[in-house]
């Protein structure tokens, strides 16, 4: 063996002294094993120590189960959502948390508002639907030009007045249409209708 090459004891090949880092507490000066069995190395030494901090800070996690960051409960694998970012391939919450911080997300992103501003609002209305004054309220229920909070509602009531696209004049024809008065245009001119008043 000449000084112009060195043995790496990991993958046993001779290698030119350019393929070994350095390291000033040597006699040669040069690391034992090459670059690439070196950072092969320390991306095991890496992955185990990150393994052995994983058990020490959750305890007891059988195989098929996985801990939530959010509730911190111990669940099987069919509750999480597949991430292809993660290294175990499931996502950091559980489903459950995942659905409840979706739905924090969404009333402070569409609302401006938290859970607790809309449990109050639902706590005043007796925590029933506003307009049918019967199920549980529990959409809310905004105006689509200002944005503003109107209340809170039921699906049924909320999507009619969605149906509506919340016109007064459309939603006061419809309740004197079930209340028994109909109403039909009068034709006046050729493709000219009159409304009653």
Known sequence: MNVESKRCPRCEESLALEAFGRHKGRDDG?????KPCTREYAKQWDRR??????????????????RCRGCGEV??????????????????????????QGRV?????QYGMTEAERDEMIASQ??????????PAGYVDHCHETGRVRGVLCFSCNAALGQFKDRPDAIRRAAAYVEGIAWKPTLVAPGVYQLPS
């Open 30 to 34: 040069l690391q034992d094993y090459c």
């Open 49 to 66: 120590k990150r393994q052995e901090r994983r058990e020490l800070k959750n305890p007891a996690v059988p195989a098929g189960f996985k």
């Open 75 to 100: 669940k099987p694998h069919s509750e999480w959502h597949r991430s292809a970012t993660a290294s175990d391939g499931l996502a950091t919450r559980c489903k459950t948390c995942k659905a409840v």
């Open 105 to 109: 997300g969404h009333l402070k992103r």
């Open 126 to 135: 007796m925590g029933v639907c506003c307009i049918c004054l019967d199920a």
